[in-house]
């Protein structure tokens, strides 16, 4: 059974285990939760403010080109990915870095994107917004001219920040960030299943769910988000990938899928020891984001699996093992929010996309023609 | 009051006129409707072929890059355009040909596109999906293909077309213009006003109402979407534009807007009477779906009714004129149907855009690295 909790919180367990019967203490089945999201302090979540992120998040004029937005990668019609390899960026641009995690369940990661680099949903939102790469816009500054000229906006940003000046682009991640932590999967066959319904699980993933914890998978993929051992937010929980590149089955992979060409925290840091280390990501729906690893270099969850038995715990899993890890993984694909469809505020009149300068070259060259 | 037949029911309205008084029928404020929307004979509308229909139209896995949805261009969330003077096509591309027009109430379009080479919205759905530039898929067995490989799809089609070979590329397509038959915007403060809520329209919106009769833009812009004057669904009501380009303040415009750079309908069927001619766009929500014309070269609406004025009717009208029958086109502006967000079937364990050509391409250099 995976351990949800770090060594102090597992010697509570064991205390527990051994009171059980004594004190009819009401069995982990009863009690047993979806974790609830965490919500900073400082931004509360309120419905107002959750609608106006999620226009935000589907909104594709907070990018240069006019056409990109945060629900282009991060699909959240599907699985808060864009299954591709790398995503592509603003203008089409194919030199996006890494591959795109999903967003669903984000709002759990002790820290955001593969190396860590921000600490809370606030503060990854405003990066690709930012990135020459991904969504373009020169500055916070040029989103927020941007929103001013939306009237709808205006109106909104008032109502939910009512300050002075109520569009800044902190209160645009803000707005982003209340809405992602609305994208919460719970209730997947695992879920069920630790809640006392003992059929959710067949026994391929009852059998997946021992092996995790006896190959060692656990000891990383730990917690209700089999992703840390129990680490803080905004702390970040990291591992080396790969760890046994010497192991000569790892060796394969790292030629075959290009595993060592990315440096990972250390081009956050630049402190040797965070050399190749990356967040360890979560197991909620990785059945459903493939392709798998910071470059999205591996196709499939089965030789994703084989890949981290080999260069994380130096162990070659029979196929049986690995069918059986696949089951249990795809036992922890949650239930997808029913969301309505967000209606962007309208510019009448006029449109503020006039003047994109891929656009503008092309239709220079149309009008010399 | 704008016209809403053609001159045989025009004919028939008089009569009503004159019975009027006779009969006491009811005046026009009692059984005034937005019209239903024409469903063809071959493809009924059900909830479950709209819904497929949507998870159709939101799926990027139907473009070659795994990118471009329908919604890429035709945005719902927003006005059904995505406001771009031309759109990004494919892997960024930027050469599309023309400004993509609204899906709302597309449904009511008597043929699509600018030049009205398709006869209904099945026609339509065809074309973008295999055109090299948009979606870039090479057929429609292409889409097949991928479709295939989605289980949900499969289960989807099987259930809603029931045939022995449920996914073809007609039923994609049939699915899609149902989806679209949906999309439709009543209610505008123009509908209400026409319903009898004599304070829907302002003293400006009403002027202008008269203006466009007077000034003549009512020829073309007539029946209950503005775009035709009682033309039969499959037919095509098409215009010379602009028309009237030897008329100074019109040949100004030519050269400013390219307005003289498309050939239009004589593409599709090479006949000289055809040069220049496009469909009458609609002017339902026309005030949102900036830019103008066929290369989106006009950023306001202000100024799109200048150039139609001039350029059509060789007329020139004075600022508030312009302002009145502004405010008149925004009165046309429909409340946009509540939607849920569609919820895309999944591919567990795998990804079916492994190998897409741009992202290869940039992979295997990072690969080379």
């Known amino acids: 059974m995976p351990k949800h909790y770090g060594s102090l919180r597992r010697l509570s367990s064991l205390i527990f285990a ?17 974790p609830k999201v965490p919500v900073p302090a400082d931004n509360p979540m309120t419905p107002e ?35 591709l390899p790398l995503s592509f960026g603003v203008f089409g641009r194919v030199d996006t870095p890494r591959n795109s995690p999903t967003v669903f369940n984000a709002a759990f990661n002790t820290v955001q994107f593969w190396d860590g680099r921000a600490r809370s949903l606030e503060d990854q939102a405003e990066k690709p917004i930012q990135n020459p790469i991904e969504m373009g816009m020169p500055s916070g500054v040029a989103v927020v001219d941007r929103l001013e000229q939306i009237p709808g906006y205006r109106e909104e940003f008032a109502h939910v920040f009512g300050d002075k000046k109520p569009i800044t682009f902190h209160h645009v991640v803000e707005a982003i960030a209340t809405y992602e932590r609305t994208l919460i999967t719970p209730d997947s066959p695992y879920d069920q299943y630790m809640a006392g319904n003992k059929k ?22 730990a917690g209700p988000m089999f992703d840390n051992t129990g680490t803080p937010m905004g702390t970040g929980f990291y591992q080396k990938f790969p760890s046994q590149p010497d192991y000569e089955p790892c060796a394969k992979y790292v030629k075959q ?3 060592h060409g990315d440096e990972g925290r250390y081009k956050v840091t630049r402190k040797a020891a965070d050399k190749n280390l990356f967040k360890v990501p979560t197991w909620r729906n990785v059945a459903l984001t493939a392709p798998y690893f910071n470059y999205g270099t591996v196709q ?8 981290m038995a080999a260069c994380q715990l130096r162990k070659k899993l029979s196929e049986k093992e690995v069918a059986d890890i696949v089951a249990f993984l ?20 006029t449109t503020l996309l006039m003047g994109v300068p891929a656009l503008t070259k092309a239709a220079d060259k149309k009008m010399a023609h």
Chains 1, 2 share one sequence.
């Open 257 to 259: 899928y290009n595993l």
């Open 300 to 307: 499939t969850l089965p030789e994703a699996v084989k890949v």
């Open 200 to 221: 959710a699980l067949d026994p391929s993933a009852l059998s997946g769910m021992k092996l995790v914890e006896a190959t060692g998978c656990e000891t990383c993929h």
């Open 49 to 83: 403010k959750i609608e106006l992120g999620k226009q935000l998040y589907f909104d594709p004029r907070i990018s240069l080109s006019g056409a990109v937005s945060c629900n282009s990668c991060h699909n959240v019609t599907g699985n808060g990915t864009d299954n």
């Open 18 to 34: 051994t009171l059980l019967p004594l004190l009819a203490i009401p069995s982990q089945a009863d009690t047993y939760q979806f």
């Open 330 to 349: 795809n036992s922890l694909t949650g239930k997808f929010p029913q969301q309505t469809l967000p209606q962007l505020p309208q510019t009448p009149d």
